[in-house]
């Protein structure tokens, strides 16, 4: 009797490390997914002002560019990051 309580002991904390190794790996990996995707789209952002200047005003284009540098910045915290790209696109749309 005394094996079968050590034995289920050593299962469940078995089962419990292997379901923390999980959780560990899938908030890395989406973590460095979000990180890469932020990442892109600022690139892709910045490339799209540097190609289309004359449909911008200067005023408009300063501003996203440090909406973008803010994002740059803020590329491991990916809500953060989502909201400069956001930002940098409003202050596109004034024109």
Do not use: W
Request: charged content about 30%; glycine content about 2%; aromatic content about 4%.
């Amino acid at each position: 009797m005394m094996i079968c309580r050590r034995f289920d002991r050593l299962l469940s904390l078995r089962a419990c490390c292997v379901i923390a190794a999980i959780a560990i790996f899938l908030v890395l990996a989406t973590g460095s997914a979000a990180f890469a995707d932020c990442k892109e789209e600022v690139n892709h952002l910045r490339q799209e002002i540097n190609d289309n200047r004359d449909n911008y005003t200067a005023d408009s284009r300063a501003e996203a560019k440090k909406e973008l540098a803010m994002a740059q910045a803020t590329l491991l915290q990916p809500l953060e990051c989502r909201e400069h790209l956001r930002n940098a696109r409003q202050a596109l749309q004034k024109k």
